[in-house]
């Protein structure tokens, strides 16, 4: 390799179709060194890594159990007190506590590339066309209403109108812990069942951003929330241009993040309008949109640093200082978010889904029957990420936020076991030539875990 420093194309630097590429280095015969075209880079091969649906769900998984661990150990009070420890300039009023850093701050990054994700879908990707779509779509709708229903019977049943503010919790779905507990006792299931439960989160995540921007907003501040809608706009200027400069981005989102914080809004909010900035198709000749560029770049450091970060904070439940598991799970709020999350995620997933394809002309995607809808349901139940996110939106002082966490990671666990052993006795089931019964044989070349699956 040469002794000078190699350059890394931005996104808006990569090579143009009909340019020639840089060169790499290559022999004088135009070959390149055997090691150079099989070996990637150490940064490349920590991308692929963190990235791996399996690994991501891995991580937060850990960061979960560390953070329990710890806050029921000899030395919980060390926890609370790291959690507790505040940083930030207080003349912007961002002197805030570590745990609400990584709920407000370092969750704007995942929050980002959800908005980026969601821009590539409805542009160029499954939500496109609304008729292929619309099975999944209102199959999240269902998973997202039914939750909300149960729980808000079981709370108004035991636990009293202050109870009833975490409506919302039981409605969310953390799809990188679903994709993992997928992509491993998913096996030999058809790859289309993936593309569903993407789909469905996608939609999901939309409600989930719809639901914090709207029900958990107390006071909203009309000029930081100007300020923020210009600095989106710039953003979307620049972020369109041919070249863009990452020195120009970086402290522009950052401004805009503040002011979105300072608004009353939750922040996160913030990370999903920049990431809808993003274009998704490709522009200035380039190979790629920058949708996916942009997706490639920022995904590793929010699956590996922001969400394992949050999850740590957030899952710290004590229940040795709570009264013990019984007492916390006992509660009416806790009741109400395990029956929302393990219970009403399947009914409303399956339930809209049979419904839908009974009554409408609407079909599932070819290799998909309603039967495997049952483990996509359970996996739809496992809330984790952004259900303890609304959880502390929805009692921020209040003696509920606790039970509410314990409900989130007990019924998220259960949800995923029994999803587990859901998908593999669908696996081993036999299947039929058409089983979304369009009347056309389903022509599957794909199953999760195969080889050409692994090339994803």
Do not use: C
């Amino acid at each position: 390799m040469s002794t000078h420093e190699q350059h890394t194309p931005t996104p808006d630097e990569s090579p143009r179709t009909g340019e020639p590429a840089p060169s790499t280095g290559a022999t004088p015969s135009g070959a390149l060194p055997l090691a150079t075209a099989e070996r990637p880079s150490a940064g490349r091969r920590w991308k692929r890594w963190v990235t791996r649906e399996t690994t991501g769900g891995a991580l937060l998984i850990g960061a979960a159990i560390l953070a329990l661990l710890w806050a029921n150990s000899p030395w919980r009070a060390a926890y609370f007190d790291l959690a507790a420890f505040t940083v930030g300039p207080a003349s912007l009023h961002l002197d805030l506590s570590l745990s609400t850093w990584a709920a407000d701050g370092l969750l704007a990054i995942f929050f980002f590339v959800v908005g980026v994700e969601l821009k590539q879908e409805f542009v160029a990707g499954s939500l496109r066309n609304p008729r292929e779509a619309g099975v999944p779509m209102l199959a999240a709708v269902g998973g997202m209403v039914v939750p909300a229903i149960l729980y808000v019977t079981v709370a108004l049943w035991g636990g009293g109108a202050d109870a009833v503010h975490g409506w919302a919790i039981p409605t969310a779905t953390d799809i990188a812990f679903a994709l993992a507990v997928l992509a491993v006792f998913g096996r030999g299931l058809p790859t289309a069942i993936r593309t569903f439960l993407l789909t469905l989160a996608v939609v999901d995540d939309l409600l989930a951003i719809i639901v914090i921007a709207v029900f958990y907003t107390e006071t909203l501040h009309w000029a930081p929330l100007g300020l923020a809608l210009v600095g989106v706009a710039l953003f979307a200027f620049l972020v369109r241009r041919r070249r863009t400069h990452w020195w120009l981005l970086l402290p522009l989102a950052l401004v805009v993040w503040a002011l979105v914080h300072a608004s009353g809004i939750h922040a996160t909010v913030a990370g999903v309008l920049l990431g809808f900035m993003v274009p998704a198709l490709a522009i200035h000749g380039e190979k790629t949109s920058r949708t996916h560029q942009y997706e490639h770049r920022v995904k590793p450091i929010s699956a590996g640093i922001a969400l394992p970060i949050f999850a740590f904070f957030a899952a710290g439940v004590s229940l040795v200082d709570g009264g013990g598991v019984g007492e916390m799970i006992g509660q009416p709020v806790a009741i109400g978010i395990i029956v929302g999350l393990v219970v009403g995620k399947g009914i409303g997933v399956l339930g809209v889904t049979a419904l839908v394809t009974k009554l409408t002309p609407l079909r599932l995607a070819p290799g998909i029957g309603v039967r495997d809808l049952l483990p996509v349901g359970l996996l739809a139940g496992i809330g984790f990420t952004v259900s303890l996110l609304i959880a502390e939106l929805s009692f921020p002082d209040s003696g509920h936020t606790e039970s509410a966490k314990a409900a989130v990671l007990l019924a998220s666990v259960a949800s995923a076991l029994l999803a587990a052993a859901a998908l593999r006795w669908d696996a081993r089931r036999k299947r039929s030539d058409d089983m979304n019964e369009d009347g056309l044989p389903d022509d599957i070349s794909t199953y999760i875990g195969d080889a050409a699956d692994d090339e994803r």
